[in-house]
């Protein structure tokens, strides 16, 4: 069995500071996929990341993809309770079907004003 | 309206009752699925449709879960003999499919509780 593991799994962090969001796994994947989530709603997809060593930015999101392709981080900058939610990692696994996403547990990030 | 629309949003029902759940998908995207999401977990996959291949059923966790793609479009999940664990977060996506890499589309999800 596959395993995505994200961590912290709870943050609690006040309106103007950093935050980073880690993803690991022991296996290599094809793709990586970040998703936010907020209640009583579906994940939206934030970012793919395919390519060793990539770095993509949206905003004040800055995501990086690990040289192995094993692991994944999505740092925030100035956190915004806007940001508030549950960040969603989801890999497809090299060698594996790559339309099926393995889901880790998730990160709830709680913003406060 | 543009997104994927899942129904009914909240179903409360006993257990041992069968529940049917719909997903009706983004119009043109080939691929759906389904999740299944429990309080503390990540998104379990239970079933992928593409186009007029066969389905991808190995996240069915067990007989009682089936699910059809009537069409190419609308989805069915059905639930057999519900019993407490099956209470969750059903989630329903859709995809343009075949191509790598595609965003999933994300419904509400139905939330599922078996009393």
């Known amino acids: 069995t596959q395993l995505l593991e994200q961590s912290p799994q709870f943050l609690s962090i006040q309106e103007g500071e950093n935050l980073t969001v880690y993803c690991n796994s022991s296996?290599?994947?094809?793709?990586l996929q970040w998703y936010r989530q907020e209640p009583g709603e579906g994940p939206v997809l934030l970012v793919t990341v395919v390519t060793g060593g990539e770095v993509k930015k949206l905003k004040r999101l800055t995501f990086q993809f690990g040289d192995a392709r094993k692991d994944s981080s999505l740092h925030i900058t100035a956190a915004q309770p806007g940001d508030t939610g549950l960040y969603l990692c989801a890999g497809a696994y090299s060698g594996g079907s790559n339309y099926k996403l393995t889901f880790g547990k998730g990160t709830l990030l709680t913003v406060n004003p | 309206g543009a997104g994927v629309s899942q129904s009914p949003s909240n179903k409360v029902t006993e257990k041992g009752k069968d529940v049917e759940l719909r997903c009706d998908p983004i119009s043109g995207h080939t691929a759906l699925y389904w999740y299944r999401q429990s309080l503390g977990q990540g998104l379990e996959f239970l079933i992928y449709f593409q186009g007029n291949s066969a389905p991808d059923k190995s996240g069915l966790p067990s007989d009682r879960f089936s699910a059809e793609r009537t069409g190419g479009s609308v989805s069915t999940l059905t639930i057999q003999r519900t019993q407490q664990e099956d209470s969750a977060v059903y989630l329903c996506?859709?995809?343009?499919?075949?191509?790598?890499?595609?965003?999933?589309?994300f419904g509400d999800g139905t939330r599922l509780s078996i009393l």
């Open positions: 996506a859709s995809s343009l499919g075949r191509v790598p890499n595609q965003p999933q589309h």
């Open positions: 296996s290599v994947f094809s793709s």
